[in-house]
């Protein structure tokens, strides 16, 4: 089961540095509450952070993140999809993370124009931080 993908948009992968370096841009999409996100934070310090009930994703993102990963995109397994009726279960994943941005599966990285999810060992080696 791959954790990998092509970002379906691509933005710039390297941001430039005061005195002509480049270096890989890393956007992790997590919460700020989370305990996996604030490992993939320690382990990337250069990454930036995307607070996703701050700052939520759009439908666009939604849609692209789905595409790529599927319904493994939804936490099933979090307190919020505890909390979740079974009618509220039964909607689409696309509506049930605009509603509840936490389900979203944690953390999931933009990097290099290819997104991750999760923080397991492939992930962590993909990134270098292992």
Not at 18 to 34: A, E, N, S, V
């Amino acid at each position: 089961m791959p954790v990998a993908g092509r970002l379906l948009h691509r933005e710039s992968m390297f941001r430039s540095t005061p005195f002509g370096g480049r270096y890989l841009d890393i956007l992790i999409h997590g919460l700020t509450t989370c305990d996996t996100c604030r490992k993939a934070r320690k382990a990337l310090p250069s990454a930036r952070f995307r607070d996703i009930r701050a700052d939520p994703l759009t439908h666009a993102e939604i849609a692209a993140f789905l595409d790529q990963f599927g319904e493994r995109l939804v936490n099933r397994a979090s307190t919020t999809w505890r909390g979740l009726s079974e009618s509220e279960r039964q909607k689409p994943p696309r509506d049930l993370l605009a509603a509840h941005p936490a389900l979203l599966k944690r953390p999931l990285i933009q990097a290099g124009g290819v997104l991750y999810l999760g923080w397991g060992p492939d992930v962590r080696r993909a990134l270098g931080a292992d």
